[in-house]
């Protein structure tokens, strides 16, 4: 278990891979309702699969001039506040969009049972992610220009 917290993601085209692959590793809804499961079941599974993956995620990227070896605090989130917050806001967007899709699902003639689950869920799933950003965005401090990475040239050799 120690090994699996101490992996760090540094570069941006594994933190890509690793986002599809939380995204795409959840059991296919097909899939779920083949083998029998029911929706509430199908959405708790796939809300709690979510949360956790973007909480591990967070424990193992990096950002630039971010030191690798020490855990991050529990609360932290990026290695930036601008892009905490932007992940915040947008987070707060679906969750608002959620709110919405409910209340004109509660206020139609009939909804069926399923978009009422998927709802609820959706709203609770970014609900909890929009506040864990956000308040990843406060408790960061305020950093000047983050360090480049350094680029080497080779000396040219003087033509004689």
Do not use: H
Not at 13 to 31: N, R, S
Not at 98 to 118: I, N, W, Y
Not at 142 to 160: D, N, V, Y
Request: hydrophobic letters at 50%; glycine letters at 6%.
């Amino acid at each position: 278990m120690r090994r699996i917290l101490d992996l760090r993601i540094t570069r941006w085209g594994w933190k890509l891979v690793y986002v599809v692959a939380a995204y795409l590793l959840p059991i296919p809804a097909p899939a779920a309702t083949a083998i029998g499961m029911s929706d509430a079941w199908f959405m708790t599974i796939s809300t709690v699969w979510t949360i956790v993956a973007v909480l591990y995620g967070a424990r193992i990227f990096r950002g630039r001039g971010e030191p690798i070896a020490p855990p991050r605090p529990w609360w932290q989130m990026t290695a930036r506040r601008t892009l905490s917050r932007n992940l915040g806001v947008l987070f707060a967007v679906v969750t608002v969009s959620s709110l919405l899709g409910l209340v004109f699902e509660l206020s139609g003639p009939t909804a069926p049972r399923t978009a009422l689950v998927v709802s609820v869920f959706s709203l609770v799933e970014f609900g909890v992610l929009a506040f864990l950003y956000l308040n990843s965005a406060a408790r960061l401090p305020r950093r000047g220009a983050q360090p480049t990475e350094p680029t080497f040239t080779p000396k040219r050799l003087p033509i004689s």
